[in-house]
Structure formats: structure tokens, C-alpha cells
């Protein structure tokens, strides 16, 4: 009976021993199997840190790269920036909350491409007006050039148009003339022999002056400078002159030939006699008429 108690506690014992062999071996699996799996999740999640700590710090140059004239903007820009310098440090701490520093790294990995993009249009938009502002540039300059160049056209044709409202007369033949005592006249050589200056022009066509009565001044100026023959005064040249003689002739824009006679006022000393002819006071042509004895 004791043989029998004693193998059935051995028995007992047996099974117990193995069963606590079991438990004991199953449990150090789990533990293993767990500590590997911690040891790889916490290396993954090491992996994942360093991953978004490098991803930060690439966003930190991109941010610090980003040039815009927007002021608001650019303190936006400058917000962000620090924002990254902050989670940069806490990435640094092992006991980060990974998933919070990945969702805010995605959520300026989202800001960082919006201003990326907002920047580009801006250039874009600006790059645009820039050239918009160089064409415009270009067409006020030549405007001003077309202005300035029709100006001076303009100009040109004025003057010509007033070179063109100006009588002009030529083919000019100036001489001394002695009365006759039985009427008539003739042409002398010596000045003290003349009693009167006779000359005579063609007032040349222009189709530009308006036509009609024209008064024409004759102005002859003696050797010494003095006004032969004084009739009076006329605006000439712009100045109150003394005129020799004037006369009026009906201008129809065609060659007009024409004889003034101015008398001498006394004798006539010899020289060079200086003719001038006027038209609306301004002088249209000229002679020389000399005595030389």
C-alpha cells in the first residue's frame, strides 16, 4: 500500500514537473517573441523619427529659402520656420509623441507646397507684369519718339508754310533817273545827275499767299547809311523804319512785274545804294544799285 501511495506521488510529481516545464517554456516564448517585437517596434519608430527629424530639417532650408515681396507672407513664411525649429527639438527627445510629430509634419508638409506654389504664381504673375511693363515702356518710348518726330514735322511744315506765306521778289533792275524837262525820263550814270531811284522787280507766284491788293514798301539806303527819299514810317522788320517810297499792286498769285520810283530828296552823292523791298512788313527781297561817279 505505501509502494503504491509512494509511486502515485511520484507520479503526480512527474506530471507537475513537466507541466510546469511547459508553462515555463511557453511563457518565456511569449516573453522573447514580445521583447522582439517590442525592440522592433521601437525601432521602427526610431526609423520613423529620424525619417520626419531629416523631413523637418529639409523643410527648415526650403522655408529659409523662400523669397516673396508679400509682407504678410513673408511673417507667415518666418511663422512656419520657427514652428519647424520647435518640432525639431522635440523630435530630438526620445519620448516625442510620434504620431503628433507626424501629423505635424504632414500638416506643414501641405503649407510648405501651398507657399511653393503661391510663390510660383507670383513670380509668374510678376515675371508677366515685368514684361507687360517693358512693352509698355517700349510703346510710350516710341510714342514719344513718333510724338517728337510728328512734332517736328509739324514744325518743318509751319515753317515751310510760313517761308510759303511770304511774297518774294527777284530779277531785280535798279537805276538813276533825270526827269526831262519836256516830260518822260532818262537813265544816268552819275549820281549827281539822278533825281530819282527807279526799281523795278518781278513779285515771283505763290500759290500759298492769298491774292489781292498788296502794299509794297521801298527802302533805299545811301553810302553813308541814311534813308534816300523819306516818306514816312512803317513797321519793317519789326522795327518803326523810315520807307522811301510804297505802292500798292494787285497780287493774283502770278509773276507780278513792278517799278518804284523814289526821289532822291537833294543830290546824290556817289557809292553803293542799298534797295530793300517789304510786303507785310517783312522784307522779300534785295538789290545794290552803284554810282560810281
Not at 532650408?61 to 518640432?87: V, Y
Not at 527639438?89 to 506643414?108: F, G, H, M, S, W
Request: glycine share 6%.
Amino acid at each position: 500500500m505505501s509502494n503504491r501511495i509512494y509511486i502515485l506521488l511520484i507520479s503526480v510529481f512527474a506530471a507537475l514537473s513537466l507541466f510546469l516545464a511547459y508553462l515555463l517554456f511557453t511563457t518565456k516564448k511569449e516573453l522573447t517573441e514580445r521583447i522582439v517585437y517590442v525592440d522592433k517596434e521601437n525601432g521602427t519608430l526610431m526609423d520613423e523619427r529620424d525619417g520626419l527629424q531629416m523631413e523637418l530639417e529639409q523643410m527648415q532650408l526650403t522655408f529659409s529659402s523662400m523669397e516673396t515681396d508679400n509682407a504678410q507672407m513673408r511673417d507667415s513664411i518666418q511663422w512656419q520656420a520657427n514652428r519647424i525649429s520647435g518640432l525639431l527639438q522635440a523630435a530630438r527627445n526620445k519620448d516625442v509623441d510620434i504620431q503628433k510629430l507626424r501629423d505635424e509634419t504632414a500638416t506643414l508638409r501641405r503649407i510648405m507646397k501651398g507657399y511653393i506654389h503661391d510663390i510660383d504664381s507670383l513670380q509668374r504673375m510678376n515675371d508677366r507684369l515685368m514684361v507687360e511693363k517693358q512693352n509698355e515702356s517700349y510703346r510710350a518710348d516710341q510714342a514719344e519718339s513718333k510724338s517728337s518726330q510728328l512734332a517736328q514735322e509739324l514744325t518743318s511744315t509751319q515753317e515751310i508754310v510760313s517761308k510759303g506765306s511770304v511774297l518774294a521778289a527777284s530779277n531785280f533792275s535798279s537805276t538813276g533817273i533825270k526827269e526831262k524837262s519836256r516830260g518822260g525820263e532818262k537813265s544816268v550814270e552819275r549820281a549827281s545827275q539822278a533825281t530819282q531811284i527807279k526799281s523795278c522787280f518781278t513779285v515771283r507766284q505763290n500759290s500759298i499767299v492769298k491774292g489781292g491788293v498788296k502794299k509794297l514798301y521801298l527802302q533805299v539806303v545811301g553810302p553813308s547809311g541814311a534813308i534816300i527819299g523819306a516818306s514816312g514810317n512803317a513797321n519793317l522788320d519789326g522795327k518803326d523804319q523810315p520807307y522811301s517810297a510804297a505802292r500798292e499792286i494787285d497780287y493774283q498769285n502770278q509773276d507780278t512785274d513792278v517799278c518804284i520810283y523814289c526821289n532822291a530828296g537833294g543830290k546824290l552823292e556817289k557809292g553803293t545804294y542799298r534797295i530793300y523791298v517789304f510786303e507785310s512788313g517783312k522784307k522779300i527781297g534785295s538789290s545794290e544799285l552803284v554810282f560810281s561817279r
